[in-house]
């Protein structure tokens, strides 16, 4: 375990934590493998798996395509902790809000946590919008197929409502996306 990290409470390790990339603006790609990096660097907090990366058309916004991506993580931090640290690693990449749906050079939005339903003026969870979105829930189902989602139910219904939305897989054998595994370990 590297100094910078401690132990994570067995109490909250089995709390599923998932956690959504996007990036359309610079080298998208590089963007979104490097934040999977920094997010296994933040404090009492350890990455457990990362989906495939994927490419999806904007919503409700003009710009280019998205390199999105799902991470689930274990963490000893609160929501609203990790909400920050998701914050403070999206402004090391020069993030800027300048309106909403905004290209950005990195998009960090905590999916889940656990089985927790939160809505306080900083933070909705589950996520109040990952439900109406492909390029969520297709590396979500990746990760966690039978995973249901708290207070909506179970995901596969979800994706199969999204089946109109443009989502495609890519081949990431030659971005270094082998920095993890499915089950979060360095590659």
Known sequence: MSPMRSAIPVSVATERIF???GANLGDATAS????????ATLPDTQVVAASALYRSAPVAAAGPDYI??????????????????????EHA????????????TLDLDLLLFGSRQ????????????????????QPLAELAPELVLPGLGPLAP???RC??????????SSTGRSDFSRDGTAG
């Open 158 to 160: 979800w994706l199969a």
């Open 19 to 21: 956690v959504g990339l």
């Open 163 to 172: 089946a109109d939305q443009r989502v495609e897989r890519i081949d990431t």
């Open 68 to 89: 999105n991506a799902v991470a689930e993580l274990r963490t000893a931090l609160s929501p609203e902790g990790l909400l920050r640290a998701l914050q403070a690693v």
């Open 93 to 104: 990449h020069g993030r800027e809000r300048p309106y909403p749906n905004a290209p950005r």
């Open 32 to 39: 979104v493998l490097q934040a999977l990096r920094d997010l």
């Open 118 to 137: 939160v809505a306080i003026p900083a933070l909705v969870l589950p996520h109040p919008r990952l439900h109406l979105r492909a390029f969520v829930l």
